[in-house]
């Protein structure tokens, strides 16, 4: 049976350029990181850290934990190493499991082909074992294993998460350009918001951010809403750990004063945005309101202002979309003296139509645009650019 007190390394992967907000999410939990990369982080711990770092990161797409890391060579060296692993140990020869992998080798152009011989170890290995195998397949939703290559050291692990953990579980209804979850949170941790004065996202769309920012403010945790974990499926699992971890994150969930504002103007974005708030259990924290942005209510004292007006991604679109970004700058010049405005874009041009000087820019990506957070200081004399 597998051994969840067994300190091994972690890598918990993430969007590119979001592994500086993870790594305050970890350290927060009270790991150290032993190195931070482009999509990911490096620390060490056992199984049970895994299921706390499973229930509590915002900004994490997968938590694997390290089974063994050897030289290779040649796509058989993965089968002959893989082959000799105690996968018994780990999941039931009734059980399914599903690899995953990411390679980087001259000999390989198909890395699907490298997950079929890694799936072909581990059915090998059970069946001379125990002479019956596990099923597998493409599903993550039970046991899953992930092979990293790279030149010429390969890694096996455990994927304790499966399906993704950048999607917080309370997205009903996607609505139109949705950020992904994890990145929506991890702009929100740029902003430096401080969860005591006021979130305004005018343009909310199906209201990521402002569902983020509530659940900041509440400390609620994306482990509340999800119910399966890759970790669950491994033999040795111990649902006592878990549900320890799930009662501690229920407890440490607070109510809070502080005014979340979400407008749109279409009438349906702000519904989809109600309902994914009420599945996220935030709707009460979060006041909506279907109106022009320019008729948001900036409550006092100031807190942030955030944007993320669309990017207009086809010729043509963008034309129309520079009156938008003009008229977002005068309304922060004009009306939101006292806020920190941020404007998420994917459009660096369109970003300049907004005509003021930003004080910060945030590097990220939206898939694989280029993205920034663009921050600006909204004071009585905050400077227009000629
Ligand atoms: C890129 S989407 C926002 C996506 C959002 N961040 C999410 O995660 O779902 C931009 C939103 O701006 C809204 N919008 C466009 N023009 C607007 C205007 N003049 N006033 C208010 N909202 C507007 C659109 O209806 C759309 O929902």
Redesign the pocket.
Known sequence: MGDFSKRSKIIITCMKRLAPFLRQEVEALGYPVVRHFQTGLEMEGTLADCIRLNLNLRCAGQVLYALKSFRVQHVDNVYDTVLKMPWENWMAAGGYVSVTSHVNHFTINNPLFVNVKVKDAIADRFRRETGSRPNSGPKLDRTVVHLYWHEDLAEVFLDTSGETLAKHGYRKIP?????LEAL?AATVYASRWDRATSFVN????????AIEAACMATRRVPGLLRTNFAFMHLLGYDASVYEQELDAIRRQVTDTSVRILA????AD?VMVAQVNARAAGVAQHIEFRQC??QDTPLPQPPGVLFF???YGERLGESVALEN?YAAIGDFMKKKAQGYTGYVFTGNLELAKKIGLRASRRVEFYNGTLDCRLLEYELYAGTKRIA
Do not use: I, K, V, W
């Not at 609505?175 to 950020?179: H, I, K, N």
């Not at 343009?203 to 990521?208: K, Y």
């Not at 407008?263 to 279409?266: G, K, N, Y």
């Open positions: 609505g139109r350009a949705p950020m929506a005018p343009m909310c769309g199906s209201g990521t951010l407008t749109d103007l279409d974005a022009d942005f993320n007006p669309e938008t």
